[in-house]
């Protein structure tokens, strides 16, 4: 699973601050599309094949033969579920090789994706639909976020003790993923909440740097 967080400010134990923030979840997929320069969209001939390796409301993870400079803008084609494709813009974030010739591309939507568009592109029941996320850090602070859109390998509810680890990326840093260990996990009608610790928690300082490189102001 993945998120994208950003900068919480310090909070007491007594007093706890709760930090706003949206978060988009990546969702790994199986999915081929075909993606081109955006100055060529519409031309058959300036189409290259791709792997969807994940997506997410926010972006999109493409593996393809050809290479793409950072900054680049992109012309997405995706297939969606009720038959029909559906092409969405993008920029070129983080580009890597891979051992097979091939090249990984993250890419970031020039406008994120509607829940509605979203949900076209995948099977719903992939999707847990605005969860509140609390992490509760060694320093009694809570990194309190809303994840829009959450992957799940299992069913929801997740039970006490289960490991989870969330996934994402900015756009001026590589991917990184981060584990978790949930506390509880409930829903009640509409409202659902994730609340989860660090199973291993790391240094005073090695959170502090860790949240500032994650987590963005909304």
Known sequence: MATQLAKPKAASRATKRRKECRVYERISCDLVGSCQPASAHGSEEAKWPAAIRNIGQGGVCLVLKRRYERGAGL?????????????????????????????????????????????????????????????LTPLGTMVDCLIKDLQLGQRWPLAPGT??????????????????????????????????????????????????VLVEDE
């Open 75 to 135: 012309a997405i084609e995706l297939p969606s579920s009720d038959g029909q494709k559906a092409t969405f813009f993008a920029k070129v974030i983080y580009v890597r090789a891979q051992p097979d010739g091939q090249w990984v591309l993250g890419c970031q939507f020039v406008s994120p994706l509607s829940e509605e568009e979203l949900g076209k592109l995948l099977p719903a029941d992939k999707i847990v639909l605005e969860v509140r996320f609390q992490l």
């Open 163 to 212: 490991i989870v680890t969330l996934r994402g990326g900015t756009s001026t840093d590589s991917p990184w993923s981060l584990k978790v260990e949930v506390i509880r996990c409930s829903q009640q009608e509409k409202r659902r909440t994730l609340q989860c610790r660090l199973p291993n928690p790391p240094s005073a300082g090695d959170v502090l740097r860790a949240l500032s």
